[in-house]
């Protein structure tokens, strides 16, 4: 069975400055997919970024990129310039191929943006 | 305009009363989950179907029974709630790409139905 883990329960950052959450899975598949979701105090699901395991290439969006480590099974996000607006909950999610649909979710990391 | 959408947002029953949450999602997508957040914010699937139809059943008691009247919508119905079964309750949604054995790639997230059981 797939695992993921969120090793930070809680992570600070100063208002524009840059912080990495980390997220780290266990699975025996070679093709599946990876996700951030960003869960703010109104408690919806927002995705924020994803990335395909065949793609060496990191996925980025705007000012939120990722680090995929496939052999390290490594799969960190960092957010740049960091505003008020990025204070959430984030959780790293796995989702295997071929009949395995469900998202697998770390425990999530609190992140607080100190004005 | 909503693309998954959730009633009602908040749900507050008496332990042994029977409520359902209802989930529309107007992606045109073809496969619709519920998850289960639990205090500690853990999310965890509970069920999932594509065209109508159950494919994944987690371990979860029989009295939790989805319902997908159509492929737009999925349904949660709870008999004889427990004070357990307090939690958020998120639907989702994804494309299937197609075949069968396709890939069913990002899940889009209701807003979430809060129970409290009392």
């Known amino acids: 069975a797939q695992t993921v883990t969120q090793s930070q329960p809680e992570m600070s950052v100063q208002e524009a400055e840059t912080v990495t959450l980390s997220c780290t899975y266990d699975?025996?598949?070679?093709?599946?997919?990876l996700f951030w979701y960003k869960q703010p105090p109104s408690r919806q699901m927002i995705l924020v970024i994803r990335?395909?395991?065949?793609?060496?290439q990191n996925a980025t969006e705007n000012r939120f990129s990722v680090n995929f480590q496939k052999a390290a099974k490594s799969f960190s996000l960092k957010i740049s310039d960091s505003q008020l607006g990025d204070a959430a909950m984030y959780f790293c999610?796995?989702?295997?191929?071929?009949?395995?649909?469900?998202?697998?979710f770390g425990t999530g990391t609190r992140l607080t943006i100190i004005p | 305009d909503t693309a998954v959408s959730q009633t009602p947002k908040y749900l507050v029953t008496q332990m042994g009363n029977d409520k359902s949450i209802k989930c529309e999602q107007n992606?045109?997508?073809?496969?619709m989950y519920w998850y289960k957040q639990d205090s500690k914010k853990f999310l965890k699937i509970m069920f999932s179907?594509?065209?109508?139809?159950?494919?994944i059943n987690e371990t979860v008691p029989n009295r939790f029974s989805p319902k997908s009247p159509d492929k737009a919508h999925l349904n949660l119905h709870i008999n004889s709630l427990e004070l357990g079964d307090s939690a958020v309750y998120f639907c989702?949604?994804?494309?299937?790409?197609?075949?069968?054995?396709?890939?069913?790639?990002?899940?889009?997230f209701g807003p979430g139905t809060r129970l409290l059981v009392l």
């Open positions: 992606l045109g997508h073809d496969t």
């Open positions: 179907y594509n065209n109508k139809e159950l494919i």
């Open positions: 999610a796995y989702k295997g191929n071929f009949g395995n649909e469900k998202l697998t």
């Open positions: 699975t025996s598949e070679s093709d599946y997919y």
């Open positions: 990335q395909e395991a065949y793609k060496q």
């Open positions: 989702a949604s994804s494309q299937d790409r197609g075949t069968p054995g396709g890939r069913r790639e990002t899940q889009y």
